[in-house]
């Protein structure tokens, strides 16, 4: 598991810091900050790394707890799972060529979509205007899933190809074969997925006379198929 504190260089390094200060929770006495994402600890070995582009693209995942403030989110629409301070998720992480960061994200989307599919969640995928991305990102895609009892959709993963913007930051370069200048690679992550808000759409779009129906995907993991009423 990567760590679950980081410095301000490894938030400053994948853009975290300035722009989310607000968000993150900072252990002032050590000058530590809980992380927000796998994102930032997993892109952060590669500081200072020079890869021969014979070995990307790099593929990372991690599963780790995720720590935000939600700073300024109020009112009924963010409460119980929908919202939280500390919530599970699984992060994927690619460092690739400029030249295939793109075919890399498509990649991406799909990998997150087939999971969406095989839940057997409504869902939906945005492509986010100029305005509603991150200043690090230069694409994103978010993905939604309808939670049937709140009726509203709800953010339960978002892609993003980031360039050269974090390698830029990071010194994290790449040298093809046969020159002795590296280049800026690209980064890329997703997540994959964020927990709560997957869990409670699973409790409210499958509800039955008879109970909360699991999907088919997830019966070998939880041992059981339904959820019964309480008598």
Avoid at 165 to 184: H, I, T, V
């Amino acid at each position: 598991m990567p760590p679950l504190m980081v410095n301000e260089d490894s938030g400053y390094g994948t853009g975290q810091l300035p722009d989310k200060d607000a968000q993150m929770y900072h252990i002032t006495l050590d000058n530590f900050y809980l992380i927000p994402t796998a994102e930032v600890p997993v892109t952060n070995i590669y500081r200072d790394v020079i890869l021969e582009s014979k070995d990307l693209p790099v593929k990372n995942t991690a599963y780790t707890p995720c720590f935000r403030r939600e700073a300024g989110s109020y009112g009924k629409d963010v409460r119980g799972l929908n919202r939280l301070h500390q919530f599970d998720k699984v992060e994927i992480v690619q460092i690739q060529h400029p030249e295939k960061s793109y075919d890399s994200l498509a990649e991406m989307v799909l990998h997150v979509e087939s999971l969406v599919m095989k839940l057997g969640l409504p869902y939906r995928i945005v492509r986010l205007c100029g305005g509603d991305m991150s200043f690090t990102s230069s694409l994103t895609f978010d993905f939604e899933v309808f939670a049937g009892a709140q009726k509203r959709w709800l953010e339960v993963s978002s892609v993003s190809n980031f360039e050269s913007f974090q390698a830029n930051r990071l010194r994290l370069r790449f040298r093809d074969e046969g020159s002795k200048k590296p280049a800026l690679a690209h980064t890329l992550n997703g997540s994959s997925l964020a927990l709560p808000r997957i869990v409670a759409a699973l409790l409210e779009n499958n509800q039955t006379p008879e109970g909360i129906i699991m999907p088919e995907a997830l019966v070998p993991y939880t041992g059981f198929r339904i959820i019964q009423k309480a008598r």
